[in-house]
C-alpha cells in the first residue's frame, strides 16, 4: 500500500514525500525489493544519486532481476558519464523485459518521462 502511494506521489512530483512513503515500506518489508527501487527512484529525482544508487543496489540484492533497479542504475551512471557499467545495467533491464514478455511473467513498468 505504502508503495503504491509512493509512486502516486512521484507522478504527482511529490519527491519527499514518496522517498518518506518508500522508506516506510522498506522498514516494513525489508526483504521486499519494490520499496526499495521507489526510494532509489525518488531520491534519483531529488539529485541524490548516492543514497539512490545504495537504495538501488539493496533492491538488485534482494531482486538480481530487478529491471526498474537495472534502468534507473543504468541512468545514474550514464548521467555521470560511466558508459560501460551503464551499458551493464541498461542490458541486464532489457534481458530481464524480454524474459518477462517471453514467458508472460506479470511485471510493471513506471515510465517517469
Not at 43 to 52: T, Y
Not at 63 to 75: E, I, N, R, T, V
Not at 92 to 106: C, D, P, Y
Request: neutral net charge.
Amino acid at each position: 500500500m505504502l508503495t503504491e502511494h509512493g509512486w502516486k506521489l512521484i507522478k504527482g512530483g511529490a519527491y519527499h514525500k514518496a522517498e518518506q512513503s518508500f522508506a516506510e515500506a522498506a522498514t516494513l518489508a525489508p526483504a521486499d525489493a519494490a520499496p526499495l527501487v521507489g526510494l532509489g527512484v525518488s531520491r534519483h529525482l531529488l539529485v541524490r544519486d548516492e543514497p539512490a544508487e545504495a537504495a538501488l543496489r539493496k533492491a538488485l540484492a534482494l531482486d538480481p532481476g530487478s529491471a526498474q533497479a537495472h534502468k534507473f542504475l543504468g541512468d545514474i551512471h550514464n548521467q555521470r558519464g560511466e558508459t560501460d557499467a551503464a551499458l551493464r545495467h541498461y542490458r541486464s533491464e532489457e534481458h530481464t523485459s524480454e524474459l518477462q514478455s517471453r514467458f508472460g511473467i506479470s511485471y510493471a513498468v513506471f515510465c517517469l518521462k
